[in-house]
């Protein structure tokens, strides 16, 4: 059997370093807020490129901390892709904010930036952007327009770990950045773990006190906070695989090569373009007969996933928010991609494999 993922492969390569550090950690008698954190951040605003970053307990509570932090009059909408994963809906709901759907590009499966402007009003205060399966969103003509109308950029790099756009990494575009470490990402923790980045010291100061029930100084509260601090634990494996998430990318970009040029034409692959630098969290296809295709697999023992089956304006969570709206684009994405095995527990002869049953579809 062809696994789509196996997360104990994954981490196999790191594991004297992950067993040492996590020893380390348990003798040291420090779980909470202390040097690994501070120093994972450092870290990480560095591979990023930002000023700062600040370590969180999830990813929906980096976006969730995020959106809180522009501080911004209930009902404002921000604008977001109608083809996310829930987890960017919730956090501007869990704001008190409402969430406005543009269509994604049927190419790149990002936020269409020739639809953002028909959805801006004066309640439009932020775009949210997701950048999906690990390629950037288009940032220039984005930029453009938060600068035309004043609007924040907020980015979802939950799925985008080291991808660039123009030679500039997502994460550092945005006013503020989130990220997700659950432990399927291209960098991923051991347990759940997120941090948001940001170039912008008052943001920086407001998150880490939302992070701590509202505060910096033991017992005092100056906001309404929340518990979401990253683990000393997370930070001291991340800071691990942090060394390694180049690596990790480079191999993901070498099995995506390998299903690129080898897949035949049938299948719709991702697209490649010079001012992308791709990694891949996930490699997907489009067919019209997905359905068929994951069960042929299956029986061929290949295993693949569907990111994603349901999207966030068809979920019960979000009944009667975008009422009449239509989201054909999205529909469209949801119905026909699958995810292929394409991780950095796989090797090329697998991938190979999964290609030649592939093309006999
Ligand atoms: C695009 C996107 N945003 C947000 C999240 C939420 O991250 P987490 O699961 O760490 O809360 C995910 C994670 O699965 C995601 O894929």
Redesign the pocket.
Known sequence: MIEYENLGKVNKKFRDELLQTFENVLDSGWFILGKNVSDFENNFAQYIGTKSCVGV???????TLSVKTLNLKKDSEIIVPSN?????IL?IIHCNLKPVLVEPDINTYNIDPLKIEEKINNKTKAILV???YGKSCEMTPIQNIADKYNLKIVE????SHGAKYKNKATGSFGDMA?????P??NLGAFG???CITTNNDNYTQVIKQLRNYGSDIKYQNELAGFNSRMDEIQAALLKVKLKHLDEINSHKRKLAEIYLENLKDDFIKPIVDKDYYDIY?IFCIRHPKRNNLKEYLLKNEIKTEI?YPIPPYKQNATKGLWKEEIFPISDEIHNTVLSLPCSYGHTEDEIYKVIEVMNKF
Do not use: N, P, R
Not at 57 to 63: E, K, T
Not at 84 to 88: E, K, M, Q, S, V
């Open positions: 307990g999830s990813g929906l509570d980096a976006l996310t994963y829930i987890a960017t956090a997701v950048h999906l979802d790099c939950a799925q989130a990220f997700s470490f659950y399927t990402k759940d773990a997120g969290h990111h």
